[in-house]
Structures are given as C-alpha cells and as structure tokens.
C-alpha cells in the first residue's frame, strides 16, 4: 500500500524570504505500509516540511519516479549520479532506490519534522497508554535511526 501525504490549508501570517506564508510550507503525511519500520509504522503521521532542504539521513515525501501521482516516504541515503539514493528501514521491502535507482531532485516534495504515533492498537491498560504517551511524539532527522550508509 502507497504512503500519501495530504497539505493543510495555506496559511499567510509569518512570511519566508520569498515571500510565501512559512506555515503554508506545513503539512501531514500518513504511512500506510511498512516499509519503513521500525522507525515509521503504518498510521503514523509525520509533520513535514514542504521544499525543504535534505541531508543524507532525513525523511523525506517523494513522488514515485514510475507513477508521479503516488507519494512514498523513505530515507535519504545520500547524493549519487542522478539525484536521491532513497530506501526504506525495512530491508526486506524493496520500493526504493534498489529498485528504481537514484530519484531527481525534482520528485523529493518534503522532509519530515516530527512523527505522531498513533494511539490504534494499544491496549487499555496504564502501562500501554503511558508506554504510548512518551513515544508518541519524535523528532525526525538524521539520527532518527541508527544510520548505516550502503
């Protein structure tokens, strides 16, 4: 199943040296499989920043180099021939880089700022909910995850 990521409504108050609104650059992105576990799980929503500049280690929303209407989340790895080498945490799936090889510049949209775990799934109980309240909220970058270059 694809990742997708939806924007909130443009606001206009702070505005960046271009002249466009800096929370209009805001939005979410929901996971929806698990190509990026552990780091991500599906129905966790990320905070992302539209147009933002990207490390090698970030997150990032990219369009799907064979269907431009599809929007994945994965890791950037780092700059090769050609643009983004990208790949999920999870080795054991495959849509990224592996398979499709380097993504231009131009199909990177956003990299994400914060994930927001979901709360589905836990169990009623004082430790899950507890459990759940302290990981619900991280910051994404590059040390969200112990990062191996390949």
């Given at each position: ?45 990320l905070v992302v920043h539209y147009g933002a500049a990207v490390r090698p280690g970030d997150i990032v929303v990219l369009r799907h ?62 430790t899950s909910v507890l459990g759940w309240a302290l990981s619900a909220v991280r910051p994404l970058g590059p040390f969200s995850r ?5």
């Open positions: 199943m694809p990742e997708r990521a939806r924007e909130r409504p443009q606001e206009r108050e702070q505005q960046d040296a271009h002249g466009r609104g800096l929370l209009s650059r805001i939005g979410l992105a929901e996971v929806y499989n698990p190509s990026m576990m552990p780091t991500l799980r599906p129905g966790d929503q180099p064979f269907q431009h209407d599809l929007l994945i989340v994965k890791r950037a790895v780092g700059r090769r021939t050609g643009g983004w080498w990208v790949q999920g945490d999870n080795p054991a799936v495959f849509n990224d880089s592996r398979e499709f090889g380097a993504v231009p510049d131009e199909l990177l949209v956003a990299r994400a700022w914060l994930r927001l775990r979901s709360p589905r799934g836990i169990q009623l109980s004082v112990r990062f191996r270059a390949r």
